[in-house]
């Protein structure tokens, strides 16, 4: 289930965000500080262009999917998502939770959201998400280098369009 964040979730956010594996498949790998997270936290109220929900399996809050650039008249946003890497791995969840926090997403910016695209971007390195990007319809539809902590990555642009039986 995807709800929206609430300000019980604003920790647990900046937790998962901040774990070792997110950060180090993420494009901006710093460490978020408190008062960084409060100034991003804050810059979410009444931001038309930017929804962050909350990822539950079985009831518990699991991971965070964003949805991000959105522009209503194109119907089109990009998106990206991280998980409680730690919490579902005590739990035995993790891959079932990897698997479905990137299908409901889709379905939701499909549904709920009204969009017709879905745009997001992947390093090259990151192959399980990338295989998981294609199992669920995304293409990729352009690379290019990037430095990332002063090293050299690429970094794939993908893309899904609405499909009839989304």
């Known amino acids: 289930m995807l709800r929206p964040v609430t300000e019980a979730d604003k920790e647990l956010v900046r937790v998962w965000r901040n774990h070792p594996e997110v950060r180090a498949v993420s494009l901006t790998r710093d460490e978020i500080s408190p008062e960084q997270h409060d100034a991003y936290w804050e810059s979410l109220r009444d931001n038309e262009t930017r929804k962050v929900f909350m990822y539950e399996k079985g009831g518990v809050p699991a991971g965070v999917v964003t949805f991000f650039d959105i522009d209503p008249d194109a119907k089109s946003a990009m998106w990206g998502f991280y998980l409680d890497n730690d919490g579902l791995?005590?739990?035995?969840?993790?891959?079932?939770?990897?698997?479905?926090?990137?299908?409901?997403?889709?379905?939701?910016?499909?549904?709920?959201?009204?969009?017709?695209?879905?745009?997001?971007?992947?390093?090259?390195?990151?192959?399980?998400?990338r295989r998981m990007n294609k199992r669920n319809g995304f293409e990729e539809i352009a690379s290019d280098e990037r430095l990332i902590d002063g090293e050299p990555a690429t970094v794939h642009t993908i893309r899904r369009r609405r499909q009839p039986n989304d």
């Open 89 to 129: 791995t005590e739990r035995g969840e993790l891959l079932p939770a990897f698997i479905d926090i990137q299908r409901r997403a889709v379905r939701f910016a499909f549904g709920e959201l009204g969009l017709d695209e879905l745009n997001g971007e992947v390093m090259d390195a990151n192959e399980a998400v």
